[in-house]
C-alpha cells in the first residue's frame, strides 16, 4: 500500500516546484505584455476584434494600413489557422458600430474581398470589461465559499470536519494556480487570451476541485468507526488505496472526452478545453498528493502539544 | 438483509425494465432526426404557439447571426423612468421584427440593459442601423386593397420610408407578402408633439404641429384625399387609422389612442425628441459569418462521437459485463439529454455542446463508483446479487455528495453568465447540470435494474466466471 503520508516531502516539493514554475509563466507573460499576467481578450479589457476570411491571399501589411486609416496604429493583427485559410485576427481599441462597417468596406476595396459569412467581429466597450473582471472575481470567491461550506456541512459527523473544507480548499487554490500558469504559458506561446469561457473552465475545475476529495472523504467517514484500533494516518491510507482506481477511471473517462474535443473539436473551444484539461489532471494530483497527506500532518501536529477541540 | 430486499423487488425490478424500455423507445422515436407529425409538436403546451417543434435550436455561434447588447445612457443624476426600459424593448422589437429575420430575441437584462440577438443575418450592418433608428413616426397611405380589419392598432407594418435598399426584405418572403404601405410625412416633419385632453371627451391625445414643410405636404395631401384613411404608425406599429374628413391647413393633427395621461406624455416625449424613452448605447456587438456556426456543429459531432465511442469501450473492456449495463445505461443518458434539449427546449451553443460531452465523461462516475464497490465486496467474497445490492448502496453517498457539488457549481456558473448576457457560460452551466441530474437517474436506477434483471437470471453461471465481471485472477 503506497503511503501517501510517508511520501509527502517528496509530493510538497514537487507542488512547490509546479507553483513555482506556474507564478514564472504569470511573471513572464506580464513582463512581456504590459503588466497582463494573462493575456486579456476583448470581453475582459473592451476593445475590438475581428477574425476576417479574405476570398484571396491578403497581405498584413495592406491590412495593417487599412487600420492605420482609421487611426488605429497599435492593431495587433496575426494568421489564424494555416496560411491558405487567409484568416486573419485583428485586435484594436474599442471602434463603434458605424466604424466597424467602414473599416470592413476599406479592406473590401483595399485589401481584397472579405468573406463574411466566414468572418466575425465583436466589440465590448471598456466599461463592460471592468464589470466582467468584477463579477469573475466575485464568481471565484462564491464558488470557493459554497464548496468549504458544503465539505464541512456533508462531513460535520466527523472529528474536525472543517479540516476537510480547509485542505479542499488548499487543494482548489494549487488547482487554480496552475492551471493560470498553464494558460499564461500558451498565451505566451500561442496567443490565449483569458475570456469568459476560460474563466468558465476555471469555475468549473474549482467544482471539480472536490469531486475525487468527496470520495476519498467519505470513504474516511466510513473507515474510521470501522477500524477503531489503527491511526488515522492507517485509516486515510487505507480509504485513499480503496478509492484511487475510481478516481483514476473517472478522470480516464472525462479526459477521453477532453482530448477528442481536442482533436476534432472548432478551434474556437480549444483552449477552453484545454484548460478544464489542465485543470482535471491537477485536480487528481492535488487531491491524493497534497489535500490528505495535508490532512494527516494537521491531525498529528494537533496531537503533539495538546489534544485539539473541534 | 440484501438478499430479501431483492427477492421482493424482484417484480418491481420486471416493471422498472419495462418502463425503462418503453422511455427509451419513445425518447429514441423523438430524437432521431424524422419527420414528426404536427400533433406531436403541438403537445409542447408550455412553449408559445409557433415555437412548438421538435427541432434543436441552435445559439448564435452556432448559426451566425449578431448580438447587441444596449445600455441605458443616462445623463449623471437622471434616472430610469418606471416602465421606460419596457416601452424601449417594444419599440427596438418592433423594428427588429420589420426586418422579416427569423427569431430575433429582445430581452431585458438586469436593469438597465436590452440584448437582441438575430440569427442568421446576412447583412450586419443594416440590421445595427436600425436597432439604432430613433422612434419614428409617420403618416401613411395604405395600399389599394388593404383590408380594414388589418388596419387596427398595434399591427405591424412596411412601409416605403427611408427604402433604398430592398435586398433585405426581398430575402424574406413572409414580408413581401405583406402590402406596402405610403409614406406621406415622417418624424423629421414634426416641429412639436405634446399630450393633452381632447376638450370634449377629456381623453387623453398627444397633439401635433408640423413644421413649414410638413404643414404644406399635409395640407395638400388632405385637401386632395378626403374620405380616404390615413394611417399614424410608430416604428412600424399602427397607431391609430383616422378617416380624413376635411383638409387640414394649419399643421396640427391630433392621435387618439386607449391613453392615459402618463402614456400620453411618454409617447409625446418619444415623438418629440424622435428617441426611444430611454436614450440607449451600444455596449457590445458581435457578429458571427452563418458559414463559420455550420462548419463548428459539423466539427463537435464528429468530437463528440469520437469521445463517446473510446468512452464505451474503455467500460466494456474494464469492467466487462457490467461495463455492457452501464454503456446501455450511458446511451439512454445521451438519448434522454438529447431529448431534454428538444423538448425544454434548451439552445445549444459551443460551450453547451462541450458541457454535454464533459457530463457524459462525468456520468460513468457513477457507475464506476458502484462497480468498484461490488469488486470489492466480490473479493471479500460476497455472492454476486449482495455484491450487487451493497455495491449500489454503498456508493449512493460519494455519487450524491459529488453531483450536489456538480450542481453547485453549475448554479455558480449560471449566475455569474446572467450577470452579462455571456449566454455562452450559461449554455455550458445548463447542459451540464441538465446532464447531472439525468445521471443520477440513468446510472442509477438504470443500470440497477440492468444488472438486476442479468443477475436474477445468470447468477450462478456469472459467479463461476469472474472475469466477466473484470476481476482478474488473484492479481487484482
Known amino acids: ?310 | 438483509m440484501e438478499k430479501r430486499t431483492y427477492d421482493r423487488n424482484e417484480g418491481l425490478t420486471r416493471n422498472r425494465f419495462i418502463a425503462i424500455s418503453v422511455l427509451a423507445v419513445v425518447a429514441i422515436y423523438l430524437v432521431a432526426p424524422l419527420p414528426h407529425p404536427e400533433w406531436l409538436s403541438s403537445l409542447l403546451f408550455w412553449r408559445p404557439e409557433g415555437m412548438r417543434t421538435l427541432d434543436f435550436q441552435l445559439g448564435l455561434d452556432l448559426r451566425g447571426g449578431i448580438q447587441v447588447l444596449l445600455v441605458a445612457d443616462l445623463e449623471p443624476g437622471q434616472e430610469l423612468v418606471p416602465g421606460a426600459m419596457g416601452t424601449a424593448r417594444k419599440i427596438i422589437e418592433n423594428r427588429v421584427n420589420a426586418l422579416g429575420l427569423t427569431e430575433p430575441v429582445v430581452q431585458i437584462q438586469g436593469t438597465d440593459r436590452i440584448v437582441v440577438e438575430i440569427p442568421g443575418v446576412d447583412n450586419p450592418a443594416q440590421a445595427v442601423a436600425t436597432i439604432r433608428e430613433t422612434s419614428l413616426l409617420e403618416f401613411v397611405e395604405p395600399p389599394s386593397g388593404v383590408s380594414s380589419q388589418s388596419l387596427v392598432a398595434g399591427n405591424v407594418v412596411r412601409t416605403t420610408y427611408a427604402m433604398t435598399d430592398t435586398t433585405l426584405i426581398t430575402s424574406s418572403e413572409s414580408v413581401t407578402q405583406t402590402p406596402l404601405f405610403t409614406t406621406i410625412l415622417a418624424g423629421g416633419d414634426l416641429e412639436r408633439a405634446y399630450a393633452t385632453r381632447n376638450s370634449t371627451t377629456s381623453e387623453p391625445v398627444v397633439a401635433i404641429n408640423f413644421t413649414k414643410a410638413g404643414t404644406r405636404t399635409f395640407a395638400d395631401y388632405t385637401a386632395t384625399h378626403v374620405g380616404k384613411v390615413l394611417c399614424m404608425v410608430l416604428d412600424k406599429e399602427i397607431l391609430s387609422c383616422p378617416r380624413i374628413s376635411t383638409s387640414i391647413p394649419d399643421g396640427r393633427a391630433v392621435i387618439k389612442g386607449n391613453y392615459t395621461m402618463q402614456s400620453a406624455v411618454q409617447l409625446a416625449l418619444q415623438l418629440q425628441y424622435g428617441a426611444l424613452p430611454v436614450p440607449l448605447r451600444i455596449e457590445s456587438y458581435e457578429s458571427i459569418g452563418p458559414s463559420l456556426g455550420s462548419i463548428s456543429v459539423e466539427k463537435s459531432i464528429r468530437a463528440g462521437a469520437v469521445g463517446l465511442a473510446v468512452v464505451f469501450i474503455f467500460m466494456l473492456l474494464y469492467y466487462r459485463f457490467n461495463g455492457l449495463a452501464a454503456d446501455l445505461a450511458l446511451a439512454l443518458y445521451v438519448v434522454l439529454n438529447l431529448l431534454v434539449y428538444k423538448l425544454i427546449p434548451v439552445t445549444l451553443t459551443l460551450p453547451g455542446i462541450a458541457g454535454f460531452l464533459l457530463s457524459v465523461g462525468m456520468a460513468v462516475d457513477a457507475n464506476i463508483l458502484v462497480f468498484e464497490r461490488m469488486k470489492e465486496e466480490l473479493r471479500r467474497g460476497a455472492t454476486l446479487n449482495r455484491a450487487a445490492e451493497s455495491g449500489f448502496s454503498r456508493a449512493w453517498t460519494s455519487v450524491r455528495d459529488s453531483n450536489i457539488a456538480t450542481l453547485l457549481t453549475c448554479v455558480i456558473l449560471y449566475m455569474f453568465g446572467s450577470a452579462f448576457a455571456a449566454s455562452l457560460v450559461k449554455g455550458f452551466a445548463i447542459t451540464l447540470a441538465l446532464g447531472t441530474l439525468i445521471n443520477l437517474f440513468t446510472a442509477i436506477v438504470v443500470t440497477r435494474t440492468l444488472i438486476r434483471m442479468v443477475f436474477g437470471v445468470l447468477e450462478t453461471w456469472l459467479q463461476d466466471r469472474p472475469w466477466l465481471l473484470g476481476l482478474g485472477r488473484g492479481n487484482d
Open chain 1, 1 to 310: 500500500m503506497t503511503n501517501f503520508v510517508q511520501r509527502r516531502k517528496l509530493f510538497l516539493t514537487i507542488t512547490g516546484i509546479l507553483i513555482l514554475l506556474s507564478l514564472a509563466a504569470l511573471v513572464a507573460s506580464a513582463v512581456l505584455f504590459q503588466g497582463q499576467a494573462l493575456r486579456i481578450s476583448t470581453d475582459f479589457a473592451g476593445g475590438t476584434m475581428f477574425v476576417l476570411h479574405f476570398v484571396k491571399p491578403a497581405l498584413e501589411s495592406d491590412i495593417r494600413g487599412v487600420f492605420a486609416d482609421h487611426d488605429q496604429t497599435g492593431a495587433i493583427v496575426q494568421q489564424l489557422g494555416a496560411v491558405e485559410d487567409n484568416t486573419w485576427q485583428v485586435r484594436t481599441r474599442f471602434t463603434d458600430a458605424d466604424e466597424v462597417e467602414q473599416i470592413l468596406e476599406d479592406l473590401d476595396a483595399t485589401v481584397g474581398t472579405i468573406d463574411r459569412r466566414l468572418s466575425n467581429w465583436s466589440i465590448v466597450e471598456p466599461t463592460v470589461g471592468a464589470q466582467v473582471a468584477k463579477q469573475a472575481a466575485l464568481a471565484v470567491s462564491v464558488a470557493s465559499a459554497v464548496v468549504l461550506t458544503f465539505i464541512w456541512y456533508s462531513f460535520r459527523r466527523v472529528p474536525n470536519p472543517i479540516r476537510y473544507g480547509v485542505v479542499t480548499i488548499v487543494a482548489m487554490l494549487v488547482n487554480v494556480v496552475i492551471s493560470l500558469g498553464f494558460y499564461a504559458l500558451m498565451g505566451i506561446l500561442h496567443g490565449w487570451e483569458a475570456d469568459a469561457l476560460f474563466l468558465t473552465a476555471l469555475l468549473t475545475v474549482i467544482g471539480f476541485s472536490v469531486q475525487d476529495l468527496i470520495v476519498v472523504f467519505d470513504r474516511i467517514r466510513e473507515n474510521i468507526p470501522r477500524h477503531r484500533s489503527e491511526s488515522f494516518e492507517m485509516i486515510v491510507n487505507r480509504s485513499v488505496a480503496e478509492t484511487v482506481v475510481r478516481s483514476l477511471a473517472t478522470q480516464l473517462n472525462a479526459m477521453f472526452v477532453m482530448v477528442a474535443i481536442l482533436l476534432f473539436g472548432g478551434a474556437t473551444i480549444k483552449p477552453f478545453i484545454a484548460v478544464m484539461l489542465i485543470g482535471m489532471v491537477s485536480e487528481t494530483y492535488t487531491s491524493l498528493c497534497v489535500a490528505v497527506p495535508l490532512l494527516v500532518v494537521w491531525e498529528e501536529h494537533s496531537h503533539l502539544p495538546r489534544r485539539a477541540t473541534a
